[in-house]
């Protein structure tokens, strides 16, 4: 088996952009990094893609959620990644989908695909393909 883990925060706009790449008519489960500390921990013990927004409003050492880096520093967690993707606002400049480049490298993943904000028209649907491709037919579990 394999996932697809992501994180949201408040506003919704990754849990809409996964809603609409329509993981549940695959063999793929379908994840989300809890939102509050106090909310119990996620564990995954399965190969996986995250998904996460980019923060920092252009400052690419505030990019990555916290909540995605507690989610990483469990080593469990950690060992599972195989990819990334990540959304992002160009108004960042340079920092555009920061999260991604920063996860990718310190997790030794590839960067699979940035996406603008909530996505544009076609953005779900290659999201879509281009995750089922690479955990079902890649060599990535």
């Known amino acids: 088996m394999?996932?697809?883990?992501?994180?949201?925060?408040?506003?919704?706009?990754?849990?809409?952009f996964v809603a609409r790449c329509r993981f549940?008519?695959?063999?793929?489960a379908v994840y989300r990094i809890p939102l509050r500390a106090g909310d119990p921990a996620l564990s995954v013990r399965e190969p996986y893609v995250l998904?996460?927004?980019t923060y920092g409003g252009g400052d690419s050492r505030?990019?990555?959620?916290?909540?995605?880096k507690r989610f990483l520093n469990d080593?469990?967690?950690?060992?599972?990644i195989r990819g990334v993707?990540?959304?992002?606002?160009?108004?960042?400049?340079e920092a555009y989908?920061?999260?991604?480049?920063?996860i990718a490298a310190k997790c030794g993943v590839p960067f699979l695909y940035r996406f603008e904000l909530m996505g544009m028209p076609g953005d779900a649907d290659k999201v879509r393909q281009g995750v089922i491709d690479f955990l079902t037919k890649g060599n990535h579990s």
């Open 51 to 53: 998904m996460v927004p």
């Open 75 to 80: 080593p469990g967690n950690r060992m599972w």
């Open 62 to 68: 505030k990019a990555v959620p916290v909540q995605v």
């Open 97 to 102: 989908c920061a999260a991604g480049t920063i």
């Open 2 to 16: 394999s996932a697809l883990v992501y994180f949201s925060s408040a506003s919704e706009n990754t849990a809409r």
């Open 85 to 93: 993707i990540a959304s992002g606002n160009t108004n960042f400049g």
């Open 24 to 28: 549940e008519d695959t063999d793929i």
